[in-house]
């Protein structure tokens, strides 16, 4: 069967919208599909939604060329790429309802022949799930989970691994994973992204593609966790951690990474709850990784403030909100919950200091008593020094500005 040059890419934000630019500006026709109208607009303006290297050229040139637009509602296409959020819910199991409202938005357009890859970070078992979602949905077509390679429309897994700040580099240079739900839906899927595509394809079973894509984000949790209990450890013990560490990666087998206030961002923070869900009485270390790592904005809190009752009324500065460092992203911060939780403690005066936002969040700034100010007034205020991103610019902070205070280095940035 010939490569698909007619896509249809469902959820246009920071995986769907590169990966529609990616295969346009390669010559493929493209229409891209999201809910939010507003998006959808920016996108035939030839404007990017939002900030990402090398992404608003590449769409509005790729508009320009007439290959890439955007709609609300699917339309007829050789193969639909589907790019929706996976969040999970109050009880840490994943929400798949995106997923299946996307299968209900192209299963009347699907036609034999067609190839359906599902790109969006799923739990085990979700490809096949939403093989099957499309066929109760189009009973006039005969799909993967039952009739394997004979199917009149393929289904696939291929999970993401781009880097924020990289992903127009690393969606054509990393190594991919496909998953089939046969093999030939994998050998489809694998033409649709050698247009792409420089580094390896490695093709498997949907459910295997899956659980790939968890291992290395619950790889990255465990291995955090396990820097964040020895920080607590050491703190207990009354022993630099950061010293520890440097020590130990001497020895030519061992690497610790470096503990933090918590874990923050939509994926390691998130995608470990999937393994968990998936198989609940065997994940203990990769649970207890994610408790570990959720434990310790509180941890930090506490310290805080059990040093700041010392004082009558302590100005903490709270340097950084974003998840990590030098970008604009507060989702799932952990400097922002700890900001947040100090504030509502209400001991003294909390500053802030966030150079990449040029406003406190609105729940944040609603609690009252707190304010944005630029890093060097935070510290001049400060009594009690919290840092908590590793932005460059705090990096540069001179040691001679936080002589008399107390200060907490969470990154071990100012040893
Ligand atoms: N952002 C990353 O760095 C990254 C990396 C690897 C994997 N992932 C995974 O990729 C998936 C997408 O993540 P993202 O960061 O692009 O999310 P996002 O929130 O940036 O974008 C999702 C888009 O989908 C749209 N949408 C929601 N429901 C829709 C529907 N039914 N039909 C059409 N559009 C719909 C939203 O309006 C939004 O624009 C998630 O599963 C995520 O875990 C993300």
Redesign the pocket.
């Known amino acids: 069967m010939a490569a698909p040059s007619r896509i249809c890419i469902?959820?246009?934000?920071?995986?769907?919208?590169p990966t529609a630019a990616a295969l346009a500006t390669r010559g493929l026709d493209v229409v891209g599909?999201?809910?939010?109208p507003g998006?959808v607009d920016a996108i035939n303006r030839g404007e990017a939604?939002?900030s990402e290297p090398d992404l608003a050229v590449a769409v509005s040139g790729a508009v320009a060329m007439g290959r890439l637009r955007a709609t609300?509602a699917?339309e007829a296409a050789d193969a639909f790429v589907?790019?929706?959020?996976?969040?999970i819910r109050e009880d840490q199991t994943a929400d798949r309802s995106?997923?299946e409202?996307?299968a209900?938005?192209i299963a009347p357009v699907l036609r034999p022949g067609n190839l359906v890859v599902l790109?969006?970070?799923?739990p085990p078992g979700t490809t096949l799930r939403l093989s099957r979602w499309l066929a109760e949905r189009r009973p006039d077509l005969t799909f993967p989970h039952d009739h394997q390679d004979a199917a009149d429309v393929n289904v696939a897994h291929c999970?993401?691994?781009?880097?924020?700040g990289r992903?127009m580099i690393e969606i054509v240079m990393n190594d991919r994973v496909i998953g089939g739900v046969s093999p030939t839906c994998a050998e489809r899927a694998r033409d649709l992204y050698a247009v792409v595509t420089q580094g390896r394809i490695h093709l498997t079973d949907a459910t295997t593609a899956e659980m790939a894509?968890l291992s290395e984000n619950a790889y990255r949790d465990v291995n955090i966790g396990y820097a964040n209990e020895l920080s607590m450890i050491c703190d207990h013990l009354g022993i630099d951690v950061h010293e520890v560490i440097e020590l130990a990666n001497r020895h030519p087998r061992v690497n610790v990474l470096q503990p933090g206030p918590g874990v923050g961002?939509?994926?390691i923070a998130?995608?470990p709850w999937f393994i968990v869900e998936a198989a609940p009485e065997h994940a203990r270390l990769i649970r207890t990784a994610r408790e570990v790592n959720e434990s310790k904005p509180s941890y930090v809190v506490g310290e805080v403030v059990k040093s700041a009752q010392r004082y009558r009324d302590p100005v903490i500065a709270c340097l950084g909100l974003t998840f990590k460092a030098d970008v604009d992203d507060l989702r799932e911060s952990p400097a922002l919950r700890i900001t947040t939780d100090l504030v509502r403690h209400g001991l003294g005066r909390v500053v802030v200091a966030e150079p990449h936002v040029d406003a406190l969040p609105a729940d944040l700034a609603a609690l009252g008593g707190v304010r944005l100010v630029d890093t060097a007034a935070a510290i001049e205020e400060a009594d009690i020094v919290l840092l908590l991103v590793d932005h460059a610019e705090f990096r540069g902070v001179k040691r001679a500005a936080l002589r008399g205070k107390v200060v907490f280095d969470t990154r071990g940035v100012w040893r």
Request: hydrophobic share 45%; net charge negative; proline share 13%.
């Open positions: 469902v959820g246009l934000g920071y995986i769907g919208l599909v999201d809910v939010v998006v939604p939002f609300t699917p589907i790019a929706v959020p996976t969040p995106y997923i409202a996307a209900e938005a790109e969006s970070t799923s999970p993401e691994r781009v880097l924020p992903i894509k961002g939509h994926c998130v995608d």
